[in-house]
Nanobody, 120 residues
Framework: QVQLVESGGGLVQAGGSLRLSCAAS????????MGWYRQAPGKQREAVAV???????NYADSVKGRFTISGDNAKKTVNLQMNNLKPEDTAVYFC??????????????WGKGTLVTVSS
């Protein structure tokens, strides 16, 4: 059974930095992509940053220039360096991984989330 475990959330003042980490266990296969989503109170879950197995990255417009995603496909880990944090970045951040079967079927896996709170 695949498990994604996040770490690194916490409370930080606006302008500060945090680093989120996620490690996958229980997987004998590779992921085609890993990344981070977030969900703020009363809002829908949104994509923050994704990195593919080939190293391509994609960011939400709201975090471009402030957040950096990195990953190790062999170790099945993904990190999110968050700089210049803003109060609107406050949310539960979820680690995400996508597996593609030999038949081309995508399967998504999610961590339980880690809370990031940015005070003004």
């Amino acid at each position: 059974q695949v498990q994604l475990v996040e770490s690194g959330g916490g409370l930080v003042q606006a302008g500060g930095s945090l680093r989120l980490s996620c490690a996958a266990s229980g997987s004998s296969f590779s992921f085609v992509a890993m990344g981070w989503y977030r969900q703020a109170p009363g809002k829908q879950r949104e994509a923050v940053a994704v990195i593919t197995s080939g190293g391509s990255t994609n960011y939400a417009d709201s975090v471009k220039g402030r957040f950096t995603i990195s990953g190790d496909n062999a170790k099945k880990t993904v990190n999110l360096q968050m700089n210049n944090l803003k109060p609107e970045d406050t949310a539960v951040y979820f680690c995400y991984a996508k597996r593609r079967s030999v038949l081309g079927v995508d399967m998504d896996y999610w961590g339980k989330g880690t809370l990031v709170t940015v005070s003004s």
